[in-house]
């Protein structure tokens, strides 16, 4: 099946600088690729996505990178803020209805 | 609309008793899945079902019964509580599929 793996586990950014996160994944006919972002003790919420047939998409302060050849795509947020600060975890479907989510990053925003 | 509903919020259960975990949605979704987050292990998909009448089993199915008579209520059994079940469980639900729903969850503890 579809495994996802998902680094660094933690981040520690100050204010204003810019946090990448990074997922590989190993089934090549994943297509969809949601990031959702969950604050402590409340749900996951999706922040933002990509389809297979886009290589990026971006939202404001947050964009999502997709390198399929690779295997790979990342999380991108730009002059971040201490309301950032939360678990981000990252997914992927190949077909079919399930999701397979990456073990999530603690990011950690300064002020 | 409530979007996806859990009940309970809040659950002890002794090892051995069994109970039912509910999840209902008000968006006609077709998919509703059922996850369990486990400190660093991200969320692990334990049953979803396509629609009414049809399901299947995720990563960590053992210990869990799900049914799906309606196209609303997706709820799941836990036939014979184990401590390795205390988890804080996510029930989600998406149309088509894609963007997951989830709701608030269910923290259970086993004794």
């Known amino acids: 099946g579809e495994n996802v793996e998902q680094h660094p586990s933690t981040l520690s950014v100050q204010e204003g600088d810019s946090a990448v996160i990074k997922c590989t994944y190993s089934d090549s006919a994943s297509n969809y690729f949601p990031w959702y972002k969950q604050e402590l003790g409340k749900r996951p919420q999706l922040i933002i996505d990509?389809?297979?047939?886009?290589g990026e998409k971006k939202d404001q302060r947050i964009a999502v990178t997709l390198n399929k050849t690779a295997k790979h795509f990342s999380l991108h947020i730009t002059e971040t803020q201490p309301e950032d600060s939360a678990v981000y975890f990252c997914?992927?479907?190949?077909?079919?209805?399930?999701?397979?989510f990456g073990k999530g990053t603690s990011l950690l925003v300064t002020p | 609309n409530a979007g996806v509903t859990q009940t309970p919020k809040f659950q002890v259960l002794k090892t051995g008793q069994s109970m039912t975990l509910q999840c209902a949605q008000d968006m006609n979704h077709e998919y509703m899945s059922w996850y369990r987050q486990d400190p660093g292990m991200g969320l692990r998909l334990i049953h979803y079902s396509v629609g009414a009448g049809i399901t299947d089993q995720g990563e960590v199915p053992n210990g869990y019964n799900v049914s799906r008579s309606t196209t609303e209520d997706f709820p799941l059994r836990l036939l014979s509580a184990a401590p390795s079940q205390t988890s804080v469980y996510f029930c989600a639900s998406s149309y088509p599929p894609g963007e997951q729903f989830f709701g608030p969850g269910t923290r259970l503890t086993v004794l």
């Open positions: 997914a992927a479907k190949a077909g079919g209805y399930a999701l397979n």
């Open positions: 990509i389809r297979s047939n886009v």
